[in-house]
């Protein structure tokens, strides 16, 4: 398990094996909020590093008759 310590500045640092696998560059934006007593750190990907993401997704999906 990975920890990190709050600096006297309240900054931490991510660990090294954690953003390699997240693939965290520096200027990269973070959403922080707190979730059920707990910290939530989520990467905010931009929307062209999503292009490609659904390939092969089926959109063969069933419509109402009332629905185009």
Do not use: C, W
Not at 10 to 15: A, E, S, T
Not at 33 to 38: A, D
């Amino acid at each position: 398990m990975n920890t990190i310590t709050v600096s006297p500045k309240y900054q931490i640092l991510i660990p090294k094996k954690v953003r390699n696998n997240l693939h965290i560059k520096p200027g990269n934006k973070l959403q922080v909020f707190s979730y059920n007593g707990r910290i939530e750190i989520i990467p905010i990907k931009s929307f062209s590093s999503l292009k490609g993401s659904l390939k092969g997704i089926n959109t063969n999906i069933a419509r109402d008759e009332d629905r185009f």
